[in-house]
């Protein structure tokens, strides 16, 4: 059986979006896995900032990656923490990947094991050019 997971989109508006992510895992994990679609975000927007990261992690390392032809490392959680990471004071982490960007986010979870987990709630910034 696959990882428990969860996206949901907590607010979507015109210039911001805040989605929720959450995992369960049986062991098997996530590899690059598509979790923010700018594309499917009201106003297909082309792009986002990351302003902030609410997380909890269990177990496992958690990567958050631009998509591109080679993903580029947005921001990395560590195991077994919580917190929060406020990047707004410098207008967030912009998206820094070379080739094939696609505007998007995805996930990959590293030393997952069965009954570990996470939760993350991401804060963005939408962009149209």
Not at 24 to 30: A, I, N
Not at 35 to 46: F, I, N, Q, R, Y
Not at 87 to 100: T, Y
Request: proline content about 2%.
């Amino acid at each position: 059986m696959p990882d428990a997971v969860t996206s949901q989109t907590l607010f979507d508006g015109h210039k911001r979006a805040v989605m929720k992510f959450t995992n369960l895992s049986d062991g098997t994990g996530e590899t690059a896995v598509l979790k923010v679609d700018v594309s499917a975000l009201a106003g297909a927007p082309t792009r986002v900032t990351i302003d902030k990261i609410y997380y909890n992690t269990n177990g496992m390392t958690i990567d958050l990656l631009w998509d591109a032809t080679t993903d580029s490392i947005a921001w990395t959680i560590g195991n077994n923490v919580t917190g929060t990471v406020d990047f707004s004071c410098f207008g967030g982490i912009s998206n820094d990947a070379g080739a094939g960007v696609t505007g998007d986010i995805v996930l990959t979870t590293r030393g997952h094991a069965a009954g570990d987990a996470y939760s993350i709630i991401l804060d963005m910034t939408k962009h149209y050019t």
